[in-house]
């Protein structure tokens, strides 16, 4: 399934191994400390039309992260 907003998105950090579990909403709904990411944010849009298996990279102000999309679940 694509990514979709509103539905469970598990990435993996390339780089650390570490696995997360976000939901993407809207701007007025975003809560970092509650998994929930803005759409608007770079790890949504660098999601936006990605299927699991997809490697994104995410530029912020240190560099490049690098992530796979490793599921999506509503």
Do not use: N
């Given at each position: 399934e694509d990514f979709q907003?509103?539905?469970i998105n598990i990435l993996k950090d390339?780089?650390?191994d570490e696995v997360f579990e976000y939901q993407i909403v809207g701007s007025a709904e975003a809560n970092?400390?509650?998994?929930?990411i803005s759409n608007?944010?770079?790890?949504?849009?660098?999601?936006?039309?990605?299927?699991?298996?997809?490697?994104?990279?995410?530029?912020?102000?240190?560099?490049?992260?690098?992530?796979?999309l490793l599921q999506v679940s509503r």
């Open positions: 907003q509103k539905h390339l780089e650390t970092p400390a509650a998994a929930k608007e944010s770079p790890v949504g849009r660098a999601l936006m039309g990605k299927k699991p298996g997809a490697i994104v990279d995410v530029e912020v102000v240190d560099g490049i992260l690098q992530y796979e």
